[in-house]
């Protein structure tokens, strides 16, 4: 009986330290802050900067395609910026978007492709790829 309340314990520790350890295994999301940007920018990060605003159904529409993507192994280190479009108009006007739904790729500095208004969820899967090409 204590040997099999042993193994009990024994299976649960290491179960617990298993769980424990931290998986990358999804994009890594942010409010936009310049700071932080810049910095993903400089490491030469693949970032995706997500324009969107509450009351827009096209974002919501975009939500799960960009959920979807951001769970994927393959875009681990992708991060995601969210920039509310209501609240943060100067880097709305930073980023020249025009309106919400605004989705805006990058690798690093340079930009690789920009969409608005589109709820395909190929399109934009192809749009979040462009940050790979290097």
Do not use: H, Y
């Not at 880097?91 to 025009?98: G, H, L, S, T």
């Not at 690798?107 to 979040?128: C, H, M, N, Y």
């Amino acid at each position: 009986m204590q040997r099999r309340l042993l193994l009990t314990f024994a299976l649960a520790a290491s179960l617990a330290s298993w769980l424990a350890i931290p998986v990358a295994s999804a994009a890594e999301r942010k409010t936009f802050d310049t700071a932080s940007f810049e910095e993903a920018q400089q490491r030469g990060q693949r970032i995706l900067v997500d324009i969107s605003a509450t009351w827009c159904p096209t974002c919501k529409a975009q939500k799960p395609i960009i959920d979807s993507l951001a769970e994927q192994p393959v875009n681990k280190d992708l991060v995601i910026f969210a920039v509310d479009f209501d609240s943060q108009k100067s880097v709305v006007r930073e980023f020249r978007a025009q309106s919400q739904s605004t989705l805006i790729a990058f690798q690093g500095k340079t930009e690789t492709g920009r969409s608005v208004g589109d709820t395909d969820p190929d399109s934009i899967a192809a749009l979040v790829r462009s940050t790979s090409i290097k």
